[in-house]
């Protein structure tokens, strides 16, 4: 959850009205050229905050950023995002060590509505299979680096839709501006 500084109840409405094809970014756009601030608050599942703290205690504000810079800078590129989080930009090795914890645990067991006890539930590793049939098996006890090295060049961010979880729908409570954004990871 986000919360908006600067605006008043007035320049909700105005947002809230923009319905354009890239409406998230139009309407992110339309928070700062209002003068309005965007402050990450905190992640609304408190199962989903609980496991990515287990990952690293920063992790619910490292992806709060990433969720939001997602979309004002219009990249799906969760290497680049990590790379260049405010927490993380002056140590590439500790983003891609993050990154790649962050990808195994959502891969190999955790889930974001259920309490995580931090361990990976896969025997063995990766099928990949190409398009030609070829496969190969990324093992998950000899070739951990390769796993990760996999994980960090295959996914992605993605958009899930803004009409269906009210993403970006600005709200106000107790006199603050508020909103949310989703975030879902997909295979390349």
Not at 40 to 62: A, G, H, R, V
Not at 84 to 109: I, M, Q, R, Y
Not at 116 to 142: A, C, K, M, P
């Amino acid at each position: 959850m986000y919360h908006v500084e600067y605006l008043n109840s007035n320049q909700l409405n105005l947002i809230n009205s923009i319905n354009t094809n890239r409406k998230l970014i139009d309407r992110l756009r339309k928070i700062e050229d209002l003068g309005g601030n965007i402050v990450f608050e905190k992640i609304c599942s408190q199962d989903f905050d609980y496991n990515l703290q287990l990952i690293d205690t920063q992790m619910p504000n490292i992806i709060g950023d990433i969720c939001l810079r997602s979309y004002k800078e219009d990249t799906k590129d969760l290497k680049y995002l990590f790379k260049t989080n405010k927490l993380l930009v002056e140590n590439e090795f500790l983003a891609l060590d993050k990154l790649a914890k962050f990808l195994s645990a959502f891969s190999f067991n955790m889930k974001p509505a259920t309490k995580w006890d931090g361990t990976e539930d896969v025997n063995g590793g990766i099928i990949i299979v190409s398009r030609q049939g070829e496969s190969l098996i990324l093992d998950l006890i000899y070739n951990k680096n390769e796993v990760n090295k996999y994980l960090i060049n295959n996914t992605k961010l993605d958009s899930p839709s803004s009409t269906r979880y009210h993403m970006l729908d600005l709200f106000e409570k107790n006199g603050t501006i508020y909103f949310t954004l989703n975030l879902q990871v997909r295979y390349k």
